[in-house]
């Protein structure tokens, strides 16, 4: 079954930390950009982090820059996102999505464009 499956999400204070992990199954990520998208209540889906396939580019939304680092490591088949400094506006679930692509510039596509999704994973920051 090829999928994607995000974990580690959870509660946590404000200014505390957590790491999402992306698992590819069913087939490899070498050849994918990997995007991390969120969603809050009653809000739209938008794109925070993207990674590129040879991994030379990475794109930050200005919410989240300098707070959060996507990687990848392609033994494991997984993209992380370390998410630092987390502030309350950054409760949302959080997805995952995989769209082949060699290009050397990471860019956040129409969603419609990607080729898996994950099911998500919730992150809530609250005191």
């Known amino acids: 079954q090829l999928q994607l499956v995000e974990s580690g999400g959870g509660l946590v204070q404000p200014g505390g930390s957590l790491r999402l992990s992306c698992a590819a199954s069913?087939?490899?990520?070498?050849?994918?950009?990997i995007v991390w998208f969120r969603q809050a209540p009653g809000k739209e889906r938008e794109g925070v982090s993207c990674?590129?396939?040879?991994?030379?580019?990475?794109y930050y939304a200005d919410s989240v820059k300098g707070r959060f680092t996507i990687s990848r490591d392609n033994a494991k088949n997984t993209v992380y996102l370390q998410m630092n400094s987390l502030k309350p506006e950054d409760t949302a679930v959080y997805y995952c999505?995989?769209?082949?692509?060699?290009?050397?510039?990471?860019?956040?596509?129409?969603?419609?464009?990607?080729?898996?999704w994950g099911q998500g994973t919730q992150v809530t920051v609250s005191s």
């Open positions: 999505a995989a769209l082949r692509s060699l290009a050397r510039l990471c860019v956040i596509s129409a969603e419609y464009e990607y080729d898996y």
């Open positions: 990674i590129s396939s040879t991994d030379s580019s990475t």
């Open positions: 069913g087939f490899t990520l070498d050849y994918y950009a």
